[in-house]
């Protein structure tokens, strides 16, 4: 287990942030020290379900590292509605993750294509900042099976669509963050 990472994160973060990355990558622990550079309350937006004892201790793993100061939302299905109700100029808002959401909308049975049509149009129009967490499942092989392919390529749509919409991306790697996109300066002409 790596040890604890310290980021330095922005004084104030842009509308959106959205932080890529792979399993075990590091991805929601930089996602979270952003949100926690932040004043104000800290919204966690849930998208996982305890579906089994395995899940169960990675849920209790993570609200242990978050401690108190976080109020988490748990959302596996309804998370554009939530998104909305959560964000707010006097708080921050996690969203980890919008691949474990896609996976629910898909096991649901839901209309993936207008979920995530909603999301794209809903993101411009937050009322304060939100870190959205996704997980990059297109760098490995071509799945065998369609329901996989169709997961995959939801998930890179949706990942796209969502870093159109940020004003920062984020992709972190071995506990490492890269950064793809990063909020434009607008300088000072007096």
Not at 10 to 15: E, G, H, I, R
Not at 27 to 50: F, H, I, M, P, W
Not at 135 to 155: C, K, S, T
Request: hydrophobic share 45%.
């Amino acid at each position: 287990m790596p040890s604890k990472t310290v980021f330095q994160s922005p004084s104030a973060l842009p509308p959106l942030t959205l932080v890529l990355g792979g399993a075990r990558s590091g991805k929601s622990r930089y996602a979270e020290s952003l949100v926690e550079g932040q004043d104000g309350e800290c919204v966690y937006l849930a998208t996982a379900e305890a579906g089994d004892d395995e899940m169960v201790s990675r849920i209790r793993v993570h609200r242990k590292r978050r401690g108190r100061r976080w109020r988490t939302v748990e959302t596996p299905l309804d998370l554009i509605a939530d998104l909305k109700a959560a964000v707010g100029p006097d708080r921050c808002v996690l969203v980890d993750c919008l691949t474990l959401w896609l996976s629910n909308l898909m096991a649901a049975g839901r209309d993936v294509e207008a979920e995530l049509a909603a999301l794209t149009r809903a993101l411009p129009k937050l009322t304060g900042s939100a870190v959205l967490v996704a997980n990059e499942v297109g760098l490995g092989i071509v799945p065998e099976n369609a329901l996989a392919r169709r997961f995959r390529d939801f998930a890179g749509h949706l990942n796209q669509a969502a870093a159109e919409a940020a004003q920062s991306v984020v992709f972190v790697t071995a506990g490492l963050p890269m950064h793809l996109k990063t909020p434009a300066v607008v300088e000072n002409s007096t």
